[in-house]
C-alpha cells in the first residue's frame, strides 16, 4: 500500500543550525513527491516538488529511490522557517489524489 | 492570483445536524478534493471529483457526501453531524496531472457539540 512517513512530529533547532526533515515513502511505481508548507494562520501551500529540482527558501529535497527516501533539508534554519510541514506521493493509479505524511512541526528559535 | 475559497472560517454545530461546507475555486480546476486536518493524524482524503458531477471515495468518506453540480463548486455534506467530525476541514483543487500541486483553501474549522 502505499504510504508516506514523517517519524518526527516535532523538530526543534536554534536559528542558523542545519534542518533536515525526514520523510520515507512507499509505493509501487515511480513516484512523484512533494513537500508542502503550512505558515502560522496561513493556508497550506506547495513548497517544493521532486521533478522541479528546485531550491525554494533555501530548502531542498532529493529523492533517493534506493532508501526510499525524500528528506527536506536547510543549511541555515531561518526563524520564519517555524510551520508545520507535510511530505506528500502523487497516487497516479488513483487519478491525481496526494498521500500525506502526519506533518512535523519544526520550530526554530534565537 | 489563484483563490480557493471556503464558505466559513469558523463553524459550531449541534450532533445531529446537516452541515454544509462549501468550497469554491476560480482557476477553471477540473479536480476538486476535500481532506480532514487532525493534529498527529496529518491531512486526511474525506472525497475527491475529477470533473462535473463525479465523485470518488477517499480514505474516510464514512459520515460524509460530496455534491458538484458545478464545475468551480465542490460541497461537503455531514447528514448528521457527530462529535468526532470535530476538525479542520481543507478543501484543495488541481489541474488533472501526475505532477502539478493542489491549491487549498483557508479550511473551515468545525466544532461539533
Known amino acids: 500500500a502505499q504510504r508516506v512517513t514523517q517519524p518526527e512530529k516535532l523538530l526543534s533547532v536554534f536559528k542558523g543550525a542545519p534542518v533536515e526533515l525526514k520523510c520515507n515513502y512507499s509505493y509501487s511505481g515511480s513516484p512523484e513527491l512533494f513537500w508542502y508548507v503550512q505558515y502560522s494562520r496561513q493556508r497550506l501551500q506547495l513548497l517544493l516538488r521532486h521533478i522541479s529540482r528546485e531550491s525554494i527558501k533555501g530548502f531542498t529535497a532529493d529523492l533517493n529511490k534506493g532508501e526510499t527516501s525524500f528528506h527536506l533539508k536547510k543549511p541555515f534554519a531561518q526563524e520564519e522557517d517555524s510551520a508545520m510541514y507535510y511530505c506528500a506521493l502523487s497516487d497516479n493509479q488513483a487519478g491525481t489524489a496526494l498521500i500525506f505524511g502526519k506533518g512535523t512541526t519544526l520550530s526554530v528559535s534565537s | 492570483d489563484v483563490k480557493v475559497t471556503q464558505s466559513s472560517r469558523y463553524l459550531v454545530k449541534r450532533t445531529g445536524e446537516k452541515v454544509f461546507l462549501e468550497c469554491v475555486q476560480d482557476?477553471?480546476?477540473?479536480?476538486m478534493f476535500w481532506y480532514r486536518q487532525d493534529p498527529g493524524l496529518g491531512l486526511r482524503l474525506i472525497y475527491f471529483?475529477?470533473?462535473?458531477?463525479?465523485?470518488e471515495k477517499g480514505d474516510i468518506p464514512e459520515g460524509y457526501s460530496v455534491s458538484r453540480e458545478k464545475k468551480e463548486r465542490f460541497s461537503l455534506i455531514l447528514e448528521s453531524a457527530s462529535t468526532n467530525q470535530t476538525s479542520m476541514y481543507l478543501c484543495?483543487?488541481?489541474?488533472?496531472?501526475?505532477?502539478?500541486?493542489?491549491?487549498f483553501g483557508p479550511g473551515t474549522r468545525l466544532t461539533v457539540l
Open positions: 484543495a483543487s488541481s489541474i488533472p496531472s501526475f505532477h502539478n500541486e493542489q491549491f
Open positions: 482557476m477553471d480546476h477540473e479536480n
Open positions: 471529483s475529477y470533473d462535473v458531477k463525479m465523485k
